[in-house]
């Protein structure tokens, strides 16, 4: 089973542009589609994103069901924060793995969204049914899933023009001197592979921090709101200001595995727009309890309750 549509092109340009602006998704979504032999131009199938469409071609494109990846066993469960027929928000645990890939051969949030029966948008290829936004492996937090590929094109638009997004919570090894915004550019890190990094030809990308709540022990909580949605953006930026997530040993936190298991990263508050409704919407996703166990350890806790607060922390981002 497949979904094929076209329309006429209002204007030149780059095929992958045009398909991007007309479908409203992202540009790499759109290139998927086109690598996988999904897109024609004229009735001639185009496998380059940079092919020159003219003003008046037609663009058709498909989009294929889902193929059921090999069963796997899946013997966790995962929080839902919200559902309804259009979308899906849940609360990842850390150590769990979003979607699929050659590499990695545990059960994925996939593999638990497809056991569950839930129908899953395949807007962005197969591997990756229904994911709008992603979380690395050991962060923790809020997650949205689309459910169709009308509400993934509406939702991954959001994700474009800033009217959906995050705030994260994170434990650093020490306090942040001030309020700031990082705006570098972020490539892959030319010695490790592993890594990312702050490069001279990366792609732009842009991070606001807010300091939070200080503890006796140097370590403090801060927020941090993206501008952009590079891989390790957060981990990166806070590295270029000389200070690292708990847990985070890749990016130069020292400490033993045993003693902070895993990267102290939160997403805590999800906001989005309905993409039928058009409802605005606010998701909180509750901490864990390795997170909620090292603040009541180090910090107080009444003004941890403040910092935790939703309406102060969106103030604490507003200009």
Same mark, same amino acid.
């Given at each position: 089973?497949?979904?094929?549509?076209?329309?006429?092109?209002?204007?030149?340009?780059?095929?992958?542009?045009?398909?991007?602006?007309?479908?409203?998704?992202?540009?790499?979504?759109?290139?998927?589609?086109?690598?996988?032999?999904?897109?024609?131009?004229?009735?001639?199938?185009?496998?380059?994103?940079?092919? /020159?469409?003219?003003?008046? !071609?037609?663009?058709?494109?498909?989009?294929?069901?889902?193929?059921?990846?090999?069963?796997?066993?899946?013997?966790?469960?995962?929080?839902?924060?919200?559902?309804?027929?259009?979308?899906?928000?849940?609360? %990842?645990?850390?150590?769990?793995?979003?979607?699929? #890939?050659?590499?990695?051969?545990?059960? @994925?949030?996939?593999?638990?969204?497809?056991?569950?029966?839930?129908?899953?948008?395949?807007?962005?290829?197969?591997?990756?049914?229904?994911?709008?936004?992603?979380?690395?492996?050991?962060?923790?937090?809020?997650?949205?899933?689309? /459910?169709?590929?009308? #509400?993934?094109?509406?939702?991954?638009?959001?994700?474009? !023009?800033?009217?959906?997004g995050r705030y994260y919570l994170a434990l650093i090894d020490y306090p942040l001197k001030d309020d700031c915004i990082v705006d570098k550019p972020i490539g892959r890190n030319p010695n490790n592979r592993l890594k990312m990094d702050v490069v001279p030809h990366g792609k732009e990308a842009k991070t606001a921090?807010?300091?939070?709540?200080?503890?006796?022990?140097? @370590?403090?909580?801060?927020? #941090?709101?993206?501008?952009?949605?590079?891989?390790?953006?957060?981990?990166?930026?806070?590295?270029?200001?000389?200070?690292?997530?708990?847990? !985070?040993?890749?990016?130069?936190?020292?400490? %033993?595995?045993?003693?902070?298991?895993?990267?102290?990263?939160?997403?805590?508050?999800?906001?989005?727009?309905?993409?039928?409704?058009?409802?605005?919407?606010?998701?909180? #996703?509750?901490?864990?309890?390795?997170?909620?166990?090292?603040?009541? %350890?180090?910090?107080?806790?009444?003004?941890?309750?403040?910092?935790?607060?939703?309406?102060?922390?969106?103030?604490?981002?507003?200009?």
């Amino acid at each position: 089973m497949s979904q094929t549509d076209s329309f006429k092109s209002e204007g030149n340009g780059r095929l992958d542009k045009i398909l991007s602006q007309t479908l409203e998704v992202s540009r790499n979504q759109v290139e998927k589609l086109i690598k996988d032999g999904l897109v024609s131009v004229n009735g001639k199938v185009v496998s380059k994103p940079s092919f /020159k469409v003219a003003e008046g !071609d037609t663009v058709a494109y498909e989009f294929k069901e889902a193929e059921k990846r090999e069963p796997v066993e899946v013997d966790f469960d995962v929080e839902v924060l919200y559902e309804d027929e259009h979308l899906l928000v849940v609360n %990842k645990p850390s150590g769990l793995v979003v979607h699929p #890939a050659p590499s990695v051969k545990e059960a @994925t949030l996939v593999d638990w969204l497809v056991q569950k029966g839930i129908s899953l948008s395949t807007i962005s290829g197969e591997e990756r049914h229904g994911i709008v936004h992603r979380i690395d492996k050991e962060t923790t937090g809020a997650l949205v899933v689309a /459910k169709s590929n009308e #509400a993934h094109e509406k939702l991954s638009a959001q994700l474009q !023009d800033k009217s959906m997004g995050r705030y994260y919570l994170a434990l650093i090894d020490y306090p942040l001197k001030d309020d700031c915004i990082v705006d570098k550019p972020i490539g892959r890190n030319p010695n490790n592979r592993l890594k990312m990094d702050v490069v001279p030809h990366g792609k732009e990308a842009k991070t606001a921090f807010r300091k939070l709540l200080a503890s006796p022990h140097d @370590t403090e909580l801060i927020a #941090a709101k993206l501008f952009t949605g590079r891989t390790h953006q957060i981990r990166v930026h806070l590295g270029t200001l000389g200070r690292h997530i708990l847990g !985070d040993d890749l990016y130069g936190f020292k400490s %033993k595995r045993d003693k902070i298991p895993r990267v102290y990263l939160h997403a805590y508050l999800l906001y989005l727009i309905h993409p039928v409704t058009g409802e605005k919407m606010e998701f909180t #996703a509750p901490l864990f309890d390795d997170m909620k166990h090292y603040l009541t %350890k180090y910090f107080a806790p009444e003004p941890v309750g403040k910092a935790l607060d939703t309406t102060l922390l969106k103030e604490r981002f507003e200009v």
